[in-house]
């Protein structure tokens, strides 16, 4: 059995009014491929300033934008390798 390890990295900055949150999240893969993503949180201007929940919301997003990166690289080299089979 074989155990890999990937780690990303994710940076969050909120805004000084605390209006909008961004995550920046970067995931180093050991074959070089590099996927980078950044994603928004806003704040309602009538909410109360609860910075976890900007937190939370923009790393969500971020995740979840880096996840459908990595699944459709996936589906890429899965029809790539079934291609290269036909031949």
């Given at each position: ?70 699944m459709g ?12 089979r036909?031949?």
């Amino acid at each position: 059995m074989q155990t890999k390890q990937w780690n990303v990295e994710i940076t969050i900055v909120e805004d000084d009014n605390d209006r909008v949150t961004s995550a920046q999240a970067v995931l180093d893969i050991p074959d070089g491929r590099r996927y980078e993503s950044v994603e928004y949180a806003r704040r309602n201007p009538t909410d109360r300033p609860v910075p976890d929940i900007g937190d939370e919301l923009a790393a969500g997003r971020v995740l979840a934008d880096l996840s459908g990166r990595l699944m459709g690289d996936a589906a890429a080299d899965v029809m790539e390798e079934a291609e290269l089979r036909r031949r």
